[in-house]
């Protein structure tokens, strides 16, 4: 089992940056594919970025591609997601998320494919 930590969060014009964190515990964080999802109010829950266990491999939702940058350090147990470029509507709750899955595995892009998650970290980019 693994418990994930997000931070980073915050309050940001639009055309900022954030970096947020997600801090796992437990010794076998190389295990698990990562991701990163957000939920905005009123709307469902949807994939921002994947990451393989390796790095060697990964996804981005097409609204985020080119802005944002997931990686991880599998000796820090942590894995991070660079939000360049902000948006007004990249506001929302994020959450990091762990798969735990063989080696050469694809990360998932569904929430239905995690199961362990954050407790989520606010968002806000105003315009």
């Known amino acids: 089992q693994v418990q994930l930590v997000e931070s980073g969060g915050g309050l940001q014009q639009a055309g900022g940056s954030l970096r947020l964190s997600c801090a796992a515990s437990?010794?076998?964080?190389?295990?698990?594919?990562m991701g990163w999802f957000r939920q905005a109010p009123g709307k469902e829950r949807e994939f921002v970025a994947a990451i393989s266990r390796s790095a060697t491999i990964t996804y981005y939702a097409d609204s985020v591609k080119g802005r944002f940058t997931i990686s991880r350090d599998n000796a820090m147990n942590t894995v991070y997601l660079q939000m360049n470029s902000l948006k007004p509507e990249d506001t929302a709750v994020y959450y990091c998320?762990?798969?735990?899955?063989?080696?050469?595995?694809?990360?998932?892009?569904?929430?239905?494919?995690?199961?362990?998650w954050g407790q989520g970290t606010q968002v806000t980019v105003s315009s």
């Open positions: 437990g010794r076998t964080f190389n295990s698990y594919a």
């Open positions: 998320a762990a798969d735990l899955v063989p080696p050469g595995t694809l990360p998932s892009r569904s929430p239905l494919g995690y199961d362990y």
